[in-house]
């Protein structure tokens, strides 16, 4: 068992220790302080991958808090702490492809940019121009710029994968209200993904 006195030295004790006191029922203060340290080690460079792959910071912080509380939930099931930080790295990854996943589902609702009718005049998109992160960060960006609720709407339906009955319990709306905001939002998406690319294309 290692002491509250041990973890006033924490930065020498190794991840493993820390774990050990991570997981122990016995003080749960030296508990939650053990795994303050293991946070305060690692996650600068969980949010450094997080954030070289998801360009808003707040999503990041989000995604980052999220690694974290999986982490401390599946503590006691880590086979072999000596491995924590590959172990790490894997919920990470797994949290972000879940995420990047969701984002998809939202980029096929609003429909690729190369499928959307360009002004008169201009050339259609290369293919696959703004596949991709591009795509991501616009309609992130797009999505930023709508109003509120139908902003927070997408984001709980799309990012979040709330379902239209606890979306409208947390709006404190009736379900078609949420629905024909959800229609609402990916037709002004449309249209702001459309200014995007001509601008991107000037």
Known sequence: ??????LEAAHRLS??????C??????HTAAQAAFTHLY???????WRFLRERVRHAPTAEDLLQEVFIRVY???PSLASREHFPGWLRGISRNLL?????RRGRLGAEVGHLETVPDRPGRGQPPSGRLAGRDLERRIEAAIDRLPE??????RLRYLEEWDVRRIATRMECEPHCVKYR????RQRLRWLLREAWSEYAD
């Open 22 to 27: 991570t997981i122990s029922t016995e003080d």
């Open 97 to 101: 492809l879940d995420h990047l996943r």
């Open 182 to 185: 959800l229609r609402e939002g």
């Open 149 to 154: 609720p139908t902003s927070e709407i997408l």
């Open 40 to 46: 305060d080690r690692h996650s600068r460079g969980v």
């Open 73 to 75: 939930r599946k503590l």
């Open 1 to 6: 068992m290692i002491t509250q006195h041990a």
């Open 15 to 20: 991840d493993a220790e820390l774990i050990a």
